[in-house]
């Protein structure tokens, strides 16, 4: 987080950036948001979802779903679509993310009737997760949710199954790498993660990006590389239609985005300057990840 913050600031004091790009990862945004606010120079986020950092001021943006809905999605998935009514939990002390969609998915499935049965802590960087997933395993869960970036999600999957759980494995945006699999390997095959795209989208724009994505870097684009074209398209949009090329020209452009057909999806910048959309659900099989449905509000 420092880093980010040493960057943003030279950026803006000795560069003199008009607009920034980033952050990725929420706690990360969350140190860089204060300065790109200090000096009120527009900041959009492609997929930071902790919803403190579009409250940290008015010159801050993402093109992203935050914790909040997000959270809740895949709680109304487990308990309305798959039909389990046992949680556990295990999730990242050191992340804003992790503990802010661990919080909503709590909420949200006690709600609709569901219990957590075993709610465990880790830090980002542990690899040894056992005595986590032993006292989950005795609680013997329906599923388990695993709110956190895909380098441990992969590790916890692989301990999991060495431990003989069973549980349908859940997850966020933040699983959404190629690495999933060389970590996680067969382990992470069947789980769902809630994701900001998926491949399998039949819009348009969507179709269009992985196209133009695979002729330029020979590979399949991630949501991560879907979300952070579409937050450079954002901008783009709003420094051509901005009436000067200033900081609060621009901040006014990206407030009035509506519909704008992204690769991720519509996308309409709502008051809080966060995005109103559609999460996607996908399933890991094999290498790939199948579309399984869209869920809104």
């Not at 009120?40 to 403190?52: A, E, G, L, Q, R």
């Amino acid at each position: 987080p420092e880093e980010a913050a040493a960057v943003v600031k030279k950026l803006i004091t000795q560069d003199n950036v008009i607009a920034i790009l980033g952050e990725v990862a929420s706690t990360r945004s969350l140190a860089a948001a204060p300065i790109a606010q200090k000096y009120k120079i527009p900041m959009v986020s492609p997929s930071s979802t902790n919803p403190k950092v579009t409250q940290v001021g008015d010159y801050i943006f993402r093109v992203c779903f935050i914790d909040p809905f997000q959270g809740p999605v895949m709680a109304r998935f487990a308990h309305d679509n798959l039909k389990l009514s046992k949680v556990a939990i295990l999730k990242d002390l050191k992340s804003d993310y992790s503990l802010g969609l661990a919080e909503f998915f709590t909420s949200k499935f006690k709600e609709l009737g569901g219990q957590i049965v075993s709610e465990q802590n880790f830090q980002t960087g542990d690899s040894d997760f056992k005595g986590q997933l032993t006292r989950i395993r005795s609680a013997n869960p329906d599923a388990l949710f695993i709110p956190a970036y895909y380098t441990e999600v992969g590790l916890i999957a692989r301990q999991a199954r060495q431990l003989g759980i069973k549980a349908v494995l859940l997850g966020g945006d933040g699983w959404d790498s190629p690495k999933l699999f060389e970590i996680g390997q067969d382990a992470v095959n069947g789980a769902y993660f809630s994701n900001h795209y998926a491949s399998e989208s039949p819009n348009p724009a969507t179709q269009k990006f992985i196209k133009d994505y695979k002729a330029k870097f020979n590979e399949s684009p991630d949501g991560l590389s879907a979300a952070g074209y579409d937050a450079a398209m954002i901008l783009l949009n709003a420094i051509e239609k901005a009436a000067d090329l200033t900081p609060d020209g621009i901040r006014a452009q990206l407030a009035s985005t509506k519909d704008f057909e992204g690769a991720t999806g519509k996308i309409t910048i709502n008051g809080e300057r966060n995005a109103d959309k559609d999460a996607f659900i996908v399933k890991v099989e094999g290498k790939a990840l199948k579309f399984v449905t869209l869920l809104g509000p």
